[in-house]
Nanobody, 125 residues
Framework: QVQLVESGGGLVQAGDSLRLSCAAS????????MGWFRQAPGKEREFVAA????????VYADPVKGRFTISTDTAKNTVYLRMNSLEPEDTAVYYC??????????????????WGRGTQVTVSS
């Protein structure tokens, strides 16, 4: 089992930046891709960004393109989400997830096998 622990969330103002981290442990060598998702109150969990664990390929959701950057440090078993120009609409619990089964980057919630507990990001206007 892969264990994932997110950190770095907080309360910020619109226009600020945050960097989320997700530390992975367990059989990380079998991970194909890592993803970030978010869930706002009363809404379904939605895809934010994903990246090949051992590769450069990335995919972003349209609302965050140009503002968010996903990166991995496999030596530290960590995936990051750099969030710039934050907007109140970015307020949500952010989850990282690991995909061990796929051969292409997936954006669906059910494509990911392991999940962290999430970290809250609140953006005030």
């Amino acid at each position: 089992q892969v264990q994932l622990v997110e950190s770095g969330g907080g309360l910020v103002q619109a226009g600020d930046s945050l960097r989320l981290s997700c530390a992975a442990s367990g059989p990380t060598s079998r991970i194909f891709a890592m993803g970030w998702f978010r869930q706002a109150p009363g809404k379904e969990r939605e895809f934010v960004a994903a990246k090949r664990w051992n590769g450069e390929r990335t995919v972003y959701a349209d609302p965050v393109k140009g503002r968010f950057t996903i990166s991995t440090d496999t030596a530290k078993n960590t995936v990051y989400l750099r969030m710039n120009s934050l907007e109140p609409e970015d307020t949500a619990v952010y989850y990282c997830a690991a995909d061990r089964r796929s051969f292409v980057i997936q954006t669906g919630v059910y494509d990911y096998d392991f999940w962290g507990r999430g970290t809250q990001v609140t953006v005030s206007s």
